[in-house]
T-cell receptor
């Protein structure tokens, strides 16, 4: 099983600042099948990025993803008030369980 | 616009079976290439993938739940369902259904989630 470890656990920033969130995998992620989600209280997660660096439909270009192998990063270039939420990374692997999620990073003001 | 909606009891007694249905609208569940998953989130915790089904009926389950889990599909109703047997308080969670448009491309559409509490 591939374990995803996200850091930091909590990130405190202000609107307009740059946010850098990390996701580290215990083994290499197959074909960079790494996705990022944003979740706000009481809502379902929202897909932000897939394939490590492809933005999902409708996601603003201030969100970007990078990385390969075991180290991945989600960057939010200029934080907007609506960006404060919990962020999860998720990988699809060849060994069960097929999909695993990181424990989440809380982005707070 | 694809929409998913979970339905089912919000309260289940210990040792009984948790049954949920996800109704898909705005798109056909029989569309080849898409995978339909159940994902849960324990209160205040992270996300756990439960399993998926393909429209043909092919399933893949999380090994931690496999012995208690059945996911099925009804293409005529554009629905897929989850049955989890012998539930305990540890199965209390918000249950989401979600679509993966193509294998490995992330879950692009989610239901709103339904809280299932296991309690007497």
């Amino acid at each position: 099983e591939i374990v995803l470890t996200q850091s930091p656990g909590t990130l405190s920033l202000s609107p307009g600042e740059r946010a850098t969130l990390s996701c580290r995998a215990s083994q290499s992620v197959r074909r960079n099948y790494l996705a990022w989600y944003q979740q706000k209280p009481g809502q379902a997660p929202r897909l932000l990025m897939y394939g490590a660096s492809s933005r999902a439909t409708g996601i603003p270009d201030r969100f970007s993803g990078s990385g390969s192998g075991t180290d991945f990063t989600l960057t939010i270039s200029r934080l907007e008030p609506e960006d404060f939420a919990v962020y999860y990374c998720q990988q699809y692997g060849s060994s069960p369980p097929l999909y695993t999620f990181g424990q989440g990073t809380t982005l707070e003001i | 616009q694809v929409q998913l909606q979970e339905s089912g009891p919000g309260l289940v007694k210990p040792s009984q079976t948790l049954s949920l249905t996800c109704t898909v609208s705005g798109g056909s569940i029989s569309r080849g290439g898409s995978y339909w998953s159940w994902i849960r989130q324990h209160p205040g915790k992270g996300l756990e993938w439960i399993g998926y089904i393909y429209y043909s009926g092919i399933t893949y389950y999380n090994p931690s739940l496999k012995s208690r889990l059945t996911i099925s599909v009804d293409t005529s109703k554009n629905q897929f369902s989850l049955n989890l047997t012998s539930v305990t308080a540890a199965d209390t969670a918000v249950y989401y259904c979600a679509r993966e448009f193509r294998f490995g491309d992330g879950f692009d559409y989610w239901g709103q989630g339904t809280l299932v509490t296991v309690s007497t």
